[in-house]
């Protein structure tokens, strides 16, 4: 693993947050002046709570910047070209407004 990256934990080390854990990515998208649409996570009826960007989030980009554990994945989204970050132990979701579907990409090198 490379030094240089910043490790996402499995789990929030906050017991009072779910998702404090993936705080850091959120931080990184808004520092890069992507606009966030909603303060927090959002739960819809299924229990997926989503994190939505007004813009397209860059894979490339979070890849080379964290290091994730098993349990959260970074997706590719078909339709508009951006990416998804998944935490599936948590049932976490960060991505561009408007998007659902997405397959997840090799990982880069």
Partial sequence: MDASLIQIPESSPDPGSVDAHLRPIIDFLIARGNQPLSQGFN???????????????????????????????VAEYNTYGGAVVVDMKHALIIRQEGESHFSEAAPTP
């Fill in 43 to 73: 739960k819809d009826k299924w229990g997926l709570r989503s994190f939505s960007f007004k813009k397209p989030l860059p894979a490339e980009l979070i890849r080379r910047k964290f290091s994730f554990p098993e349990n959260i994945k």
